[in-house]
């Protein structure tokens, strides 16, 4: 079993920066893919960023490739969303999520565990 928490969301004017943190619980972080998602009211879910286990290859999402970085630090058992430049549909509810496949944490459907979300407002 692994538990999720994610953490460093907020309000932040449009050009801004925050960077998300999502810590995992149990000894087995390090043999889990990790990424994260988004969901705007309204709208589907969407991948954002992953990172595999060794952290060795990462996927982004088209519309952040060049302003988010995903990072891990197994040691600590988090993982990590650098957000830069920041825009108003950016804003949503960003979600941590954790499988043993790097390609199921890409696609973003049966992923073994999702946290439970933080929200993110960027202002115009």
């Known amino acids: 079993q692994v538990q999720l928490v994610e953490s460093g969301g907020g309000l932040v004017q449009a050009g801004g920066s925050l960077r998300l943190s999502c810590a995992a619980s149990g000894r087995t972080y390090s043999t889990y893919a990790m990424g994260w998602f988004r969901q705007a009211p309204g709208k589907e879910r969407e991948p954002v960023a992953a990172?595999?286990?060794?952290?060795?290859?990462?996927y982004y999402g088209d519309s952040v490739k060049g302003r988010f970085t995903i990072s891990r630090d197994n040691a600590k058992n988090t993982v990590y969303l650098q957000m830069n430049s920041l825009k108003p549909e950016d804003t949503a509810v960003y979600y941590c999520?954790?499988?043993?496949?790097?390609?199921?944490?890409?696609?973003?459907?049966?992923?073994?565990?999702w946290g439970q979300g933080t929200q993110v407002t960027v202002s115009s």
């Open positions: 999520a954790a499988d043993r496949q790097f390609r199921t944490v890409v696609a973003g459907t049966n992923v073994d565990y």
């Open positions: 990172i595999s286990r060794s952290g060795g290859d990462t």
